[in-house]
């Protein structure tokens, strides 16, 4: 999915794009990504509406409409779900799940070849009626908001998996599996080690990561501008690069399944600590 480096990026560039704009029509491609939250259908809703602001919320990318009453559009790309703008009457991507024309001669697209995603169209802030969406955590990029002192204590509070807790949008905001990945790396930590078993210094390498594996990514792809629907990860070390060999020590990275997720680590510099734990009773004598 886009995580919150990539819309970061995106999304500023959709607002400079679209604010201001009106929908002239709407056209679905995929209904399996649409979910309209009013007794109507999406053309009466949108088409003569002018799109008001474009901002991130976590995962989910928030399009501001016109009108009486106020509307929201509200994106959540998961897995795939990505964005394109081109000139009105050109080829719809082979991906394109919905196309909304625009005013100004564009057309912008949501994208998403495996349909995962979906499009809400909703009453303005009516975001309890959208998953996962209503309860957004600390800001993970915000120094005022995210301390070390406040994260220690976020942290000591968790009984779930290293990775569960950093992918947990209602804790932070906000990392995705990828970055998740990237943030244990630097950490040093195993991706299912119980976050109830950290010490305090393994807790200040965790928040330094996130800090500092977030903010680096920022960085590296607003300088490399690339186009909006294209998803950077080539400088990423670990994600998407199972059975090679770490950056680090040369061990080869491996991957394990963490909640319905993968996780790739380095088993040499994040060990499962876990092991350390179970006793085998058959070699202890007497036993």
Do not use: W
């Amino acid at each position: 999915m886009p995580e919150r480096p990539d819309l970061e990026y995106v999304v500023p560039i959709l607002a400079k794009e679209l604010v201001g704009v009106e929908i002239r029509a709407v056209v679905l491609q995929k209904p399996v990504v649409l979910r309209v939250l009013l007794p109507e259908n999406v053309e009466r809703l949108v088409v003569g509406r002018k799109i008001t602001g474009a901002a991130r919320r976590a995962h989910f990318v928030r399009f501001g409409l016109t009108g009486d009453p106020p509307l929201e559009m509200i994106v959540s790309p998961m897995l795939a779900g990505r964005f394109s703008i081109a000139k009105t009457g050109s080829k719809a991507p082979r991906d394109a799940a919905m196309g909304f024309d625009l005013d100004n001669g564009q057309t912008l697209f949501y994208r998403d070849d495996v349909q995962m995603g979906k499009v809400y169209i909703l009453p303005k802030d009516a975001l309890d009626s959208v998953p996962g969406a209503s309860k957004i955590g600390v800001d993970v990029l915000d120094p005022k908001a995210f301390t070390l002192k406040m994260f220690m204590q976020l942290a000591k509070s968790r009984r779930d998996q290293a990775k569960v807790f950093l992918m947990d949008k209602s804790a932070l905001d906000a990392m995705g599996n990828a970055y998740a990945d990237e943030v244990l790396f630097e950490a040093r930590i195993h991706p299912k080690t119980m976050v109830r078993r950290l010490g305090d210094e393994e807790i200040e390498r965790l928040y330094k990561a996130i800090v500092n594996v977030l903010g680096a990514a920022r960085k590296t792809i607003a300088d490399r501008k690339p186009p909006i629907d294209e998803k950077i990860r080539d400088f990423l070390k670990v994600r998407g690069r199972p059975g090679e060999p770490c950056v680090h020590c040369g061990t080869k990275l491996r991957k394990a399944g963490v909640h319905g997720h993968d996780a790739i680590y380095c088993p040499e510099c994040q060990p499962d600590e876990r092991k350390s734990a179970f006793v085998d009773f058959r070699k202890v004598k007497g036993g």
